[in-house]
């Protein structure tokens, strides 16, 4: 005959490590990639998605997503590194799409995102990221001509 005391004290203690693995894991995903406000700080990652003056990046160092505020004293341009040619490195807003690897620069708010001063990127990175972006409308295109929505009786 088996008891079954040694099994419910091992399910016990192994319930009790994976609640403070998850409150452990819970707390570490929720200060990950805050900026305290008015606190400087310098973010380098790859744009997520964009929503408005809103820009969502993935850190490089820890993979954490961090929230940029575009603010209308941002300053949006390219490095100047590399560069052959003496062009002015201001850019537009719209040039901040998804895939771009960006460096932001500024200072923390209340709501634990950045408001960038600067947001500097590579202007080789941003020609490859805008042609990449071109082939995936180019492909979605493709893929609604090869395949004609299907009409049915319904539909007339």
């Known amino acids: 005959m ?13 319930s ?3 609640i403070c693995l998850l409150a452990a ?16 700080a310098t973010v380098k990652g790859t744009i ?8 969502k990046l993935m850190d490089m160092k820890n993979h ?3 929230l940029v505020t575009i603010t209308d004293t941002t300053k949006i341009g390219r490095r100047k590194d590399l560069q052959a040619f003496f062009r002015h490195t201001d850019m537009s807003v719209t040039a901040l799409v998804p895939g771009l690897t960006v460096k932001a620069e500024g200072v ?3 709501e634990g ?9 590579c202007l080789d990175l ?9 082939q995936i409308m180019d492909n979605k295109a493709a893929v609604g001509s090869l395949f004609p929505p299907i009409r049915t009786s319904m539909d007339t």
Do not use: P, W, Y
Request: glycine share 10%; hydrophobic share 40%; charged share 20%.
């Open 48 to 55: 997520i998605s964009r929503d408005g003056n809103l820009v």
């Open 2 to 14: 088996k008891l079954s005391g040694g099994k419910t004290i091992r399910h016990a203690l192994l």
């Open 113 to 121: 995102e950045l408001e960038a001063n600067k947001i500097k990127f």
């Open 108 to 110: 923390g708010n209340s």
């Open 64 to 66: 954490s997503i961090d």
């Open 25 to 40: 894991m819970t707390f570490a995903a929720a200060t990950k990639g805050q900026t305290s406000n008015g606190q400087k």
């Open 126 to 134: 941003f020609a490859i990221t805008v042609a990449q972006q071109e």
């Open 16 to 18: 009790v490590v994976c």
